[in-house]
Structures are given as C-alpha cells and as structure tokens.
C-alpha cells in the first residue's frame, strides 16, 4: 500500500507502507547508524520523532528481546530506503515489521533518504507526517507548522513511580528523563544498587535515600523545560558525585548557569568523533541530541570543557571545578555503538569510592 | 611472577583523573606547582601538568626532585651534606600549593624525605602529595590527597610502575617474590 511523509514545508514523499497501519506525526531526524536500528527504535530519546535511517537496508537481522532500551517506545515512525525481506540471525525472535506493528508504529520505505536527509541538514529538523492518503497535504503542513510536538514529551515518557534495580555495591540514584536500559546495564555490571526516580524527583527526596551517588539520565526533548530538575541539581551537587548524560548533561549545564540551544539538525548515530581535551585522545561515539550546550554561555569558573565534538566543536562534556560532578552529551553506554568512552561509568565509581574514602577519614 | 594490573589506557585514564581532582581542589590552577619525585614521579608530574595546562590553557610550573641525600633508609653516612636538587633551579616554591607527585607510594619515608627537601629550599603555602599507586604498608603518618588506584598487597610482593618514556611502556605490574 501506498504512503506519504508529508513535511511542514509542504514536500511530500511517496513510498510504501510497513509496520503498524496508522498515522502519526513527529518531529523527522535523521540517524547515521549502519546497525542498531532496534535500539534506536526503543530509545526514549526519539520520543516524538520520526526516524530516518540513512543506511539503505535495515532491519536485516530482526528483533531480539534482549537489545531492548525501553519497553514502550515513544517514537512516532520509522523511515528506510529499504527493509528487508527476509531477515535471518540466530539471536532474532521477530521482524521489524511486526515489531513496528505491535507496537504501533507505522513505517515507510522506499522512498529516496538521500534526498530527505540533505534536506534535514539544508533547512534544519522539520516536522512532518507519516500518513496514507495526500489530499490534505497543504492543511496538514500547515497543521504541522503551528504544533509544538516534543512539549512536554519527558512526562510521558519518564517512569511514574520510583522502582530499584537490586545490586549490592554502591547505591546510585537514577534520575529517569527518558532512560535507556543499557545505562542501567552498565551499573548493574559495576554491581550497583540503583533506584530509579522519576523525572520530578526533589533534592530532599534523593538525599533522603543517603546515594553514594547520582545519575542523571538522557531523554528527549528541550532541556529548558527541566527547570525543576536544575534546581534539583543545584542542590545535590553540592552533596553527591553526580555524573549527567545527554539530557543529564544538559540539566547540569543548565543547573550550573549555562545555556542551551536546539541544534540545526543534531548529532544522531554512532560515529561522532569526540576529543578528551585533556589528553588529546579521540573516541568514537554514539550520541543522539537535538540541543547543545552554548559554550558562550559556560561560566569558567564553575565548569570546565572536558569534551568537545570534533566536526563541528559542540560542546560534549563538562565537570564541575568545585564539586564532583561531571557530565557528557554523547552516550558513554553506547547500546547501538562503539564502547570507547564507557570507562566514564568506571571514573564515576572512582570518584565515588574517593568520596567515601574521604569520608571515612574525615 | 608478574601480573599486569593496570594497562595503557587504565593509567591514563587515573592520570586525567588525578589532573581534575587536583582542579576541584585547589579551584583552579592559581599558585599550583607540580613537584615529579625522581624518577617516574618526574614523568607523571610532567604529564598532569600537560594536562591542566590543556584545559585551564595556562601553563603550571613543573618541577623535578632528587631526595636521594634525605633519604633515611639508604644514607650511609648520617652527617652527610644534605644537598637538594630541585630542577629547575629558578622554580619558585614559596607560597605556592606543591603536589608532590610520585608513582607508588609505600611506607611514606620517600614522601617524608622530599617534603624535607622542598622545606630545605623554600616555603610552601601547602604540600599535597599525588600517586599512581597506593600500596599500603605506612611506616610514617602520610597520606597522599590524590590516588589513582589503591592496591592491597602483601609485604612479599611489589609494585611496579612502567612509563612509557623510559620503560617503553606504560603498565603497573604486581610482581610477587618468592
């Protein structure tokens, strides 16, 4: 059956139709993945958006329960050149197709990414469409102009109630904007005693939990929203080792004076180069942000640079010169990607031990 | 036997930690000298200062100490001349914060002899020390302010740490004696 990705500009795009029947619209951005596409798909910080992958053919070695991110994903649709037809892998119980259906999530393909995401990069992220039938084209672009889509998005993907991940080494609190199971795999393979709070959580509530430490989660959306949660980090800071992901990372800067802006058409995939200043070193890395923090903005004195993005010199990680702190932008946890920089998670239990190190003596 | 405990990149990675700490606690690099106990602590000071010099983009004096004259486990004569052997020769150290930096520590007499000596030159605002490696083992009231690692061992083993630039490589080892 046919279908169409109508954008806000009023382009339209016909392909044919896969995964679940129905319509949605979402903000359309583009990910430079050549694999991964599941983790993508279950990635909180898609919430609300369209996802173009710019590799040809995905979908070529199914669905498998454990490369799950999240239980219920919040994407709005999943755009390809091609899916494949016959996937094939030992690990696999299902088809993209049939994933997308039961999570309905509607899927176009065949149509030329090439051109859509030269586009993406020309004008910027653009809101569009996914729907069957064009007739109302110039009505919807227009619709799509005047939505703002991603308002809100981390309420509604951010877990309700607190709930542990049982460990039996360090307690880490997790501020869940949005989270990816594979940053919780990480602590659990560090044998973390994790509890896991929603998005609105108070600097007395999380203290009142005595962490050894604090993480805060990526998730989708405008970090200029999570005023409360900065205020929130203001306070902790000061107390806890605190270690900010994407979204974390850009609370922290938030929290700590700094501000943010919405990239033109953002970092998604898993091949951004990132430089540590520090030694020099570059990683490879798997990010997915839409904003970034202005490094005008950065107030030297309480935070310092720790990475920046190669290409085009986005800020990508920041510490704090007073407390333990320290956040970045890309995903340390990879989960699709290259696990280059997942020593983080190692230097955030360092600085933890440290700290109780220090208390202990003191 | 040897076992390699830490490799390449572990090592680094403490060193980068070692040079953030060191910012967190002195807010900045503001009358920061470094202080590299011959000979690997030379090595190691050299590389944090590389360091903070790469993210605060100003520069920190580094130094090089040769305690060998203070020491009190190898002196053979006691009234021997003590002479100190801070290079370079111009580096100023008073009222300056010096972190003393060295690659293992162990019973604390290498530390004791080099404060002795920096206090024999100048007068310090304050004296931190920074290790690799902290073994355990004090035979003297001393604690470093900045550790990469600490290792358990036994009396009978020991700990080496390879730099890379006289080593050829950079590893830390826990050899055990027999």
Redesign the interface.
């Known amino acids: 059956m046919k279908r169409y990705l109508i954008l806000e500009d009023g382009s339209i795009y016909e392909g044919e139709d896969f995964g679940a029947d129905c319509e949605s619209s979402g903000e359309v951005v583009f990910t430079t993945g050549m694999t991964g596409y599941q983790e993508a798909i279950t990635d909180q910080s898609y919430a609300d958006q369209i996802l173009v992958f710019t590799n040809p053919l995905i979908g070529n070695y199914g669905i498998t329960l454990a490369d799950y991110e999240s239980l219920e994903p919040q994407i709005k649709g999943v755009i390809c050149h091609q899916v494949a037809r016959h996937p094939d892998n030992w690990r696999m119980q299902t088809t993209l197709p049939k994933f997308l259906k039961q999570l309905k999530i509607p899927g176009l393909q065949g149509i030329d990414t090439r051109e859509l995401v030269k586009k993406l990069r020309i004008h910027g992220t653009l809101k569009g469409r996914i729907t069957d039938s064009k007739e109302n084209a110039v009505s919807i672009s227009q619709e799509l102009k005047q939505r703002n889509i991603t308002q809100g998005v981390i309420n509604r993907v951010s877990t309700k109630n607190s709930y542990p991940v049982p460990g039996s080494k360090r307690n880490i609190v997790v501020v869940d904007f949005g989270i990816k199971h594979s940053i919780l795999r990480e602590l659990a393979e560090r044998d973390c005693n994790c509890i896991v709070l929603p998005y609105t959580a108070t600097a007395e509530e999380i203290l009142n939990l005595n962490p050894d430490g604090v993480l805060l989660s990526n998730g989708p959306g405008n970090p200029e929203e999570m005023l409360m949660a900065a205020k929130m980090v203001q306070e902790v800071e000061k107390h806890v080792p605190l270690f900010g992901i994407c979204m974390g990372h850009q609370v922290f800067a938030l929290a700590n004076g700094a501000s943010t802006y919405k990239m033109k058409f953002g970092h998604r995939g898993f091949n951004h180069p990132v430089r540590e200043i520090a030694t020099g070193n570059i990683g490879f890395t798997s990010q997915n942000h839409g904003y970034a923090v202005d490094p005008k903005s950065i107030n030297k004195g309480n935070l310092m640079i720790t990475h920046v993005e190669v290409n085009d010199s986005t800020v990508e990680g920041l510490r704090h010169k007073k407390y333990p702190a320290f956040s970045v932008q890309f995903h340390p946890d990879a989960t699709p990607g290259p696990h280059d920089e997942d020593s983080l998670f190692d230097d955030f239990m360092s600085m933890i031990d440290q700290r109780k190190e220090e208390e202990r003596h003191a | 036997m040897v076992k390699e405990i830490w490799d390449k990149?572990?090592m680094?990675?403490a060193i980068?930690?070692i040079?953030?700490?060191i910012?967190?606690r002195y807010?900045?690099v503001e009358d920061l000298v470094l202080v590299g106990i011959k000979t690997r602590g030379g090595y190691l000071a050299r590389r944090i200062g590389d360091?903070l010099e790469?993210?605060?983009k100003k520069i920190v004096p580094v130094g090089e100490l040769d305690i060998t004259s203070y020491r009190d486990d190898r002196r053979v004569d006691i009234n021997q001349e003590k002479i100190s052997n801070l290079e370079p020769e111009n580096l100023n150290i008073t009222n300056k914060h010096v972190v003393l930096v060295d690659d293992v520590l162990y019973t604390g007499r290498t530390i004791r002899a080099a404060m002795d000596a920096l206090i024999a030159t100048g007068r310090p605002k304050s004296i931190a020390v920074a290790v690799l490696v902290d073994r355990g083992h004090r035979e003297l009231p001393i604690?470093a302010d900045f550790?990469g690692k600490n290792i358990p061992t036994a009396l009978s083993e020991q700990v080496a740490v390879n730099v890379e630039e006289i080593d050829g490589i950079d590893s830390i080892e826990l050899i055990k004696l027999k």
């Open positions: 990149p572990a680094q990675r980068v930690r040079t953030y700490e910012i967190e807010k900045g360091r790469e993210i605060e604690k550790v």
